[in-house]
């Protein structure tokens, strides 16, 4: 039995869990062009109604018994395992994501994050409180109770069940807006994995839309907590929306993350670490490493060697074979990701392998030379691209790494791992790898940027999501009424 069904053309998804009266549009395959599914899509009057609904649901949902929850949480995990093959495929035509990515996407993350959640169900959730008085008091944590998530295209699966799953484990319902280019991977394999695990009807509403259905979604009274991922400005707008009407709102947005390699690195070990922290999923990751800031002892090799990388890797449809790399999202993308390359030549860089594209497919591009004006260097790029500075002391790696509004993750690499952690207290960041490259992501680990980057550990670990989810409320009981002069 299939999750989704086999037929790719033609199918128009519209459960009882898709919110669309906006009509339906067609999922394209980005490394072909084609169209895959149609899609029903909702408009913003859909969000009130879907938000009513689901308040509805809340209740009753968050009155179960953990266990019941729980039980939901893990079938939605087998579920996940179960039907990995399917959902990798969708990932791969839908999104471009590289086979192997995709099942990074499903069995190391979506699975473990619903076995996170199920723990989740069952964790403590108050403490005792001493009283100068006799009564008993406490604090507790009670579900927020709608919760919206909006999710982004690039690893749909991930940025979305990393919201969706503890918070419907902590008893709330979900409105989720994927981007309208991956609904189906990133959301409507969520609504039937859900669906199938026994959800109860009314807690999951899909929402596939733009900027105005997203709109709305923070706008409406009975959507309490906002989860957003997406580029910071998209977020600026969402937290001045959300703090006008006084709504909790959780951002992971954009990086410009760095990797500092020292002198005593392997050179060719560090340039491998680099390029797949550079060019995974073409570098349409948050976390990708967005800046390469070497020893200048070392520099010139290290550049040379990541290019030799790059020139090595494979671009092409990942749903035709083993490739490293696969097509970027749609042609707005790509066009921003080389006028980034052609603006940082143009201001002094050199291109030392890369730098064109056939259709979607761009190739891994490293540049050198790099004035630290140069846009591949000062912007977040969201694409194939790795350009290489070197520094001459620690003090410099530190302003270097520093030097920049975002703070999402950083990298280390040093054969001196002592060194490498003394070096990282010196740069904020909200994820710290020494030894690894930026690209780091576990279902336990709290996650999260600074500056820039978001506000903070919001997703990940039993400690950030309860605090994302829930609401602290006191309680207090006493045995009899008290005395009062009044």
């Known amino acids: 039995m299939t999750l989704l069904g086999t037929a790719w053309q033609g199918r128009i998804f519209s459960g009882g869990w898709i919110a669309g009266s906006g009509g339906e549009y067609d999922a394209v395959e980005p490394a072909t062009g084609n169209a895959l599914v149609k899609v029903g899509a909702a408009a913003p009057a859909d969000v009130a109604k879907a938000a009513a609904a689901a308040r509805e649901a809340q209740r009753e949902w968050a009155a179960r018994p953990y266990d019941q929850r729980a039980r939901v949480l893990r079938r939605a995990a087998r579920l996940f395992e179960d039907h990995g093959d399917e959902i990798d495929e969708w990932l791969v035509r839908e999104s471009g994501a590289t086979r192997a990515f995709a099942q990074f996407q499903t069995r190391a993350v979506a699975a473990e994050e619903c076995h996170e959640a199920a723990a989740l169900a069952a964790h403590p959730y108050g403490e005792l409180l001493r009283s100068s008085q006799p009564r008993l008091s406490m604090a507790r944590r009670v579900p927020a109770g709608v919760v919206g998530v909006i999710s982004p295209f690039n690893a749909p699966v991930i940025l979305s069940i990393r919201a969706i799953a503890p918070a419907l484990a902590l008893g709330n319902a979900v409105l989720a807006k994927p981007d309208p280019r991956t609904a189906v991977c990133g959301g409507v394999v969520l609504a039937r994995i859900f669906e199938e695990a026994g959800l109860p009807d009314g807690l999951f509403h899909l929402l596939p839309g ?273 005395q009062y002069p009044f």
Not at 274 to 282: Q, R, Y
Not at 316 to 329: E, Q, R, S, T
Not at 393 to 407: H, I, K
């Open 210 to 482: 733009g900027a105005d259905v997203g709109a709305a979604l923070v706008e409406d009274p009975l959507v309490r907590v906002i989860a957003f991922t997406g580029s910071t400005n998209a977020g600026r707008r969402i937290a001045a929306a959300a703090g006008e009407r006084l709504k909790r709102v959780h951002l992971e947005l954009g990086g410009n993350s760095a990797l500092v390699v020292l002198a005593d690195a392997d050179v060719e070990q560090a340039a491998s670490v680099g390029a797949f922290g550079s060019f995974n999923h073409s570098g349409q990751i948050c976390m990708a490493t967005g800046r390469h800031l070497v020893a200048a002892e070392i520099a010139d090799d290290y550049a040379a060697a990541l290019a030799e990388h790059a020139a090595k890797l494979t671009v092409g449809n990942p749903a035709d074979g083993d490739v490293a790399l696969g097509p970027l999202i749609d042609a707005g993308q790509r066009d921003r990701v080389h006028s980034v390359v052609t603006g940082s030549a143009e201001a002094g860089a050199k291109i030392a392998t890369g730098g064109t594209y056939e259709d979607l497919f761009y190739r891994p591009t490293v540049l050198t030379d790099v004035p630290l004006t140069a846009p591949a260097y000062a912007q977040e790029v969201f694409g194939p691209v790795a350009p290489v500075v070197p520094f001459s002391t620690m003090d410099e790696a530190v302003r270097l790494a520093g030097g920049t509004e975002y703070g999402l993750s950083l990298g280390i690499l040093t054969r001196d791992a002592a060194r490498g952690l003394a070096l990282a207290e010196r740069i904020p960041s909200g994820l710290v790898h020494v030894n690894d490259q930026t690209v780091n992501d576990e279902a336990l680990a709290p996650f999260g940027g600074v500056g820039d980057s978001g506000t903070g550990s919001r997703h990940g670990g039993a400690q950030a999501n309860l605090e994302a989810f829930t609401e602290t409320q006191w309680v207090t009981v006493r045995g009899d009424l008290p």
